[in-house]
């Protein structure tokens, strides 16, 4: 006889029942029995095996509200990420892993990269939205301020596709998945509203549109006291700014990608076009100056208080570079774990800081939330997964995505370059979940130490201490510098030290205010590392018989330019009765204020829309416009846009800049301003 199916009275091992009914009489005695004692076994059974039934999610609820609330016992614990067992083994083998390498970074060294560097925004942006407009798979972005309405090329009226939030619109209806990091600012202290950057992307593709689903934006630390009151900070940021796209290249360096960033090599203060202001380059708020008044209600990005045809920007200096190679990965490594630290791209005797943080953002502050699904990784699978933060709770909110989306080994890997190169970073519980790993710090220690010629810095800010009197400074790399300047002093080499930072902290007000306070602080602690007292850099070295001004240099940029504010525009505005600061303002309406399922495409499209103040505004420009030609100097000759260019190293004469009015009044359009320098750089 042939063996029966289990469902057909036989046993699934073949073995045929010879018992026959006696045994199925006792078998049903049995169950009858069973059921009497366990009534509601079949329901326990179907809450059970069935998730989506009403009574199991209200269970996960009631377990996710009760987790929600214990978060508060924090308060008393601050060590609550790292004293379990499981969590304590994790921080060994995350330990094994960083004294395994150079630096002690997370990550080794990586012979074989492409590296590219890109000094100032301009060609940075440009880079990026040719790299973000072949993305097939996947795109990391994380940031200190994201401005969804910056223009990656310019100028904005000719590029209108080129909006940050068009070209990641495109993307994500393409299919692929957009993962956004940013800071979350202290509001009462910083103006960079992080709340409209993540509203706006995620209206980016609503609810059964193209894309829906694909982009997803989180934010951090959580200032919520209900809810996070045992892991708020204050006075911490996460400050890098890097992308990773498809894990094929990566971004990463100094550069956000906001508004005032945007610059060229030049560093051209003026935006005023006597020719037509579809020329002009900074739109609405991109056009700033923070030594006069910082960003203000950036959600309203067409909006500037600033004229241009009375003031100067603050011309910008930033670096940061494209990667391609194997250190690609580690910087999506970085990502996938927190992606909000500080990392640095070490390559050879260069340091350049970065930073890193996703699942530990979720498990942080979105554990509970199904709108954002945990990051798995390849080649960090289990039992690995806990290095890159990822947690299996009984009851997972949001799932599990696992990158790349296509493997590796689909991917170019090994040998793509010449640069042998390391990533490196500043990372701690705070920002990662992790024991404080300060391998930036030790790349730049030891290779400044190591220094037989020169050591070059730029830096937004310069604070760190020699020793352990500066206390609460911890940042040992001054004494970095003091160790090879009094060796070079005693062996009589020649070595040098120079270091570039801001003339002030770019924010805005009057140093004597008392709103000035924090930026008053900054320069205290700047001046108590480099000169004053004698624990300070110069204090130190002198203190051994070095003099100090031998070795160490500082340094910060200025610039100037001519605002082309000529007579024609004085007597367009005249005989228009618009000031040319209206028409600013209605340029950046029009090419800033379409919605991205409408980009404006002509002067005309905007006047269409049917809203009066809209109509009200473009009005303005018109008249204006409409008098260009009225207002022009007969015969004279043409002023240029600006001359930024003359502070550069270059042959031509400022004087031999033609204008299109007196001599006094090309004298009262010159303007100067700190060149802001906004790089972290080590050479």
């Keep these: 006889m042939a063996a029966l199916g289990p469902g057909q009275g036989g046993h699934k091992d073949g073995h045929v029942n010879t018992d026959g009914a006696a045994e199925s009489s006792s078998s049903h005695t049995h169950n009858l029995v069973e059921r009497l004692k366990h009534p509601f076994h079949e329901i326990k059974e179907h809450v059970t095996h069935h998730e989506h039934h009403h009574l199991h999610d209200l269970k996960v609820e009631l377990i996710q509200k009760k987790h929600k609330l214990g978060k508060l016992g924090n308060i008393f614990n601050p060590n609550h990420r790292h004293d379990e067992e499981h969590e304590r083994e994790t921080d060994e083998k995350r330990t094994r892993v960083c004294e395994s390498h150079r630096f002690q970074s997370f990550a080794p060294e990586r012979p074989g990269n492409d590296i590219k560097w890109y000094v100032d925004g301009r060609d940075y942006c440009y880079a990026v939205s040719i790299a973000l407009e072949r993305a097939k798979e996947s795109i990391y972005i994380a940031d200190w301020w994201l401005s969804p309405e910056l223009f990656l090329r310019r100028p904005p009226y000719y590029n209108q596709e080129w909006r940050l939030d068009q070209v990641l619109k495109r993307r994500a209806e393409a299919g692929v998945k957009i993962f956004v990091m940013v800071y979350k600012e202290v509001e009462a202290a910083l103006t960079c509203n992080s709340a409209h950057t993540k509203d706006a992307l995620r209206a980016l593709c609503p609810e059964g549109s193209p894309g829906h689903g694909n982009i997803y934006v989180i934010r951090h630390p959580d200032h919520n006291i209900l809810e996070n009151a045992g892991d708020m900070t204050f006075y911490w940021a996460h400050h890098e700014k890097f992308m990773v796209i498809d894990y094929d290249i990566a971004f990463i360096g100094g550069i956000d990608l906001c508004f005032g960033r945007w610059d060229s090599h030049q560093h051209p203060m003026a935006d005023v076009h006597p020719a037509g202001i579809v020329n002009e380059i900074w739109p609405g708020q991109d056009w700033n100056n923070n030594r006069i008044m910082d960003f203000q209600n950036v959600q309203d990005w067409k909006s500037n208080e600033l004229s241009k045809a ?19 990965y580690d910087i999506a490594e970085h990502f996938v774990l927190v992606s909000i630290s500080s990392r640095v791209l070490y390559i050879q005797d260069h340091a350049y800081s970065s930073n890193q943080r996703w699942n530990f953002i979720k498990r942080d502050k979105y554990k509970r939330d199904k709108r954002f699904p945990w990051l798995t990784l390849e080649g960090r699978e289990a039992p690995d997964e806990d290095l890159i933060g990822v947690q299996r709770p009984r009851h997972p909110v949001g799932g599990y995505i696992h990158h790349p989306v296509n493997p590796l080994e689909s991917k170019k890997v090994g040998n793509q370059g010449t640069v042998h190169a390391q990533v490196v970073r500043s990372s701690c519980d705070w920002s990662s979940g992790i024991l404080t790993e300060h391998s930036i ?54 070595f040098r030290v120079i270091v570039l930072i801001p003339a002030i902290p770019g924010f805005a007000g009057d140093l004597r205010e008392d709103a000035a306070i924090g930026t008053r602080a900054i320069m205290d602690y700047q001046y108590k590392s480099i000169i004053r007292g004698e624990d300070s850099i110069f204090g130190q070295i ?107 190293l270059t042959d031509s004469k400022v004087s031999d800049e033609p204008w299109d009015g007196e001599p006094e009044e090309e004298k009262q359009n010159f303007v100067q301003e700190e060149l802001y320098i906004h790089a972290k750089a080590g050479v």
């Excluded at 003031?311 to 250190?327: E, K, Q, S």
């Excluded at 020793?467 to 062996?491: F, L, M, S």
């Excluded at 070095?546 to 070795?551: A, F, Q, R, S, T």
Aim: glycine fraction near 6%; aromatic fraction near 8%.
């Design 542 to 648: 002198a203190a051994q018989g070095v003099d100090p001004k031998n070795h160490v240099f500082f340094f910060n940029l200025r610039s100037y330019d001519r605002l082309n504010k000529t007579p024609a525009i004085t007597r367009q505005e005249e005989a228009s009765g618009v000031k040319y600061q209206d028409v600013q303002r209605a340029q950046a309406h029009e090419v800033m204020g379409q919605s991205v399922d409408r980009p404006a495409s002509s002067s005309s499209s905007s006047s269409d829309s049917g809203d009066e103040e809209s109509q009200r505004i473009i009005d303005q420009k018109r008249k204006f416009e409409a008098k260009r030609d009225e207002a022009a100097s007969k015969g004279s000759a043409t002023s240029a846009d600006s001359i930024a260019h003359h502070a550069m």
């Design 441 to 494: 710090q030790n790349a730049y220690s030891e290779v400044i130490r190591q220094a037989k010629h020169y050591v070059y810095i730029e830096n937004q800010f310069f604070i760190t201490a020699t020793g352990e009197n500066q206390a609460p400074v911890q940042n040992t790399i001054g004494k970095a510098i003091v160790d090879a300047c009094v060796r070079a002093g005693h062996e009589g080499r020649k």
């Design 310 to 328: 009375d003031y100067g920007r603050m011309p910008w200096h930033d670096v940061a570079m494209g990667v391609i190679g194997d250190c690609v």
